[in-house]
């Protein structure tokens, strides 16, 4: 009966951390999404800053190259990461003036919301001062 008792306290722990490991495997790398021979910088105005998890995203209307209104929406890396490398959250605002150096997404469609996804790398204040997004496209990436 001990050895019964064991060995499904042993299947369910085991059932627990594969449960666990889950989210750490559906997370993306940078690059099956996003393409680092495509850099571009944009100017606009934050139009939403969402602090969620898996990525803070920065959304700025900016005009295209048709002169064109249209939304980034700028993925940065974890909002753990922005406030270890210093970001606060209120360091943007709605409305605030910035240029972001980004990568574009592999996929050129437009997301659901009709904004444009990009992974931000920098983000130009108009104070002048630049915060590192956090992005992971100068990583290495890990052995295979």
Known sequence: MKSKTKISSLIAGVI??????RPTFAHHSFAAEFDSNKPFT???VVSK??????????YVDAKDQSGKMVTYAL?????????HKGWTRDALKKGDQVTVSAYAAKDPRPLL??????????????????VSAGTSADEPSPKQ
């Not at 627990?16 to 490991?21: I, N, Q, T, Y």
């Not at 800053?49 to 920065?58: D, E, L, R």
């Not at 993925?75 to 406030?83: A, D, H």
């Open 75 to 83: 993925e940065c890396n974890s909002v753990n990461t922005l406030l």
């Open 113 to 130: 919301d009709g904004s444009y996804h990009a992974n931000a790398r920098s983000i130009k204040m108009a104070d002048g001062h630049t």
């Open 16 to 21: 627990l951390l594969a449960a666990g490991a």
């Open 42 to 44: 944009v100017t606009g």
């Open 49 to 58: 800053v969402a602090w969620q998890n898996p990525h803070v995203y920065v």
